[in-house]
T-cell receptor, first 114, second 115 residues
């Protein structure tokens, strides 16, 4: 299994809703990432988990809350989002956090906040 | 300011033709440079990775070059196919002082291959 899966593929939510994005990989990778990508822009790093511990938080608002229940799963909990949070949310994983490890990306969850 | 600049911003070519995409970076220090292909609405897929000492790397019809002195890289696509239509993103990895690494993404080149 050499892929990163993300669910759901699409999500529409209101500003008062609570929802979660899920990411899963079974490649034995120990580093997992959340990125946010707006249309025609490069991905922006949000969070990095290494060995199930949060290692990088790129000053992301608290309405985004990551969780790594185990080495194969990464969640992103969403609460009280704003319309400007609408974007493609990408999950990635790599064997390690070092620069030589390639990040493998999932297909993304397209989020629309109304 | 984005430290990875790509050109052209968009490109349209006929099927079967070759093309070259450019990437200039100012990221320093430098660990490696990757080219990713991203289809619309999908996650990026790694095409090539090059470290400081590598000048060229091929992956099928894709050939990447790197000049670490001038901080320039190119991605050459040979005999283009309709399925090559995508955004091509140059990504430079730099080590962080406290450990770990940071990826800086270029803005991408949107390639369209037409019949």
């Amino acid at each position: 299994d050499t892929e990163v899966t993300q669910t759901p593929k699409h999500l529409v939510m209101g500003m008062t809703n609570k929802k979660s994005l899920k990411c899963e990989q079974h490649m034995g990778h120990r580093a997992m990432y959340w990125y946010k990508q707006k249309a025609k822009k490069p991905p922006e790093l949000m969070f990095v988990y290494s060995y199930e511990k949060l290692s990088i938080n790129e000053s992301v608002p608290s309405r985004f809350s990551p969780e790594c229940p185990n080495s194969s799963l990464l969640n992103l909990h969403l609460h009280a989002l704003q319309p400007e949070d609408s974007a493609l949310y990408l999950c990635a994983s790599s064997q390690g956090e070092g620069p030589r490890w390639t990040q493998y990306f999932g297909p993304g969850t397209r989020l629309l906040v109304l | 300011k984005n430290q990875v600049e790509q050109s052209p911003q968009s490109l349209i070519i006929l099927e079967g033709k070759n093309c070259t995409l450019q990437c200039n970076y100012t990221v320093s220090p430098f660990s490696n440079l990757r080219w990713y292909k991203q289809d619309t609405g999908r996650g990026p897929v790694s095409l090539t990775i090059m470290t400081f000492s590598e000048n060229t790397k091929s992956n099928g019809r894709y050939t990447a070059t790197l000049d670490a002195d001038t901080k320039q890289s190119s991605l050459h696509i040979t005999a283009s196919q309709l399925s090559d239509s995508a955004s091509y993103i140059c990504v430079v990895t730099a080590p962080l002082k406290g450990g770990g690494n940071k990826l800086t993404f270029g803005t991408g080149t949107q390639l369209k291959v037409e019949l």
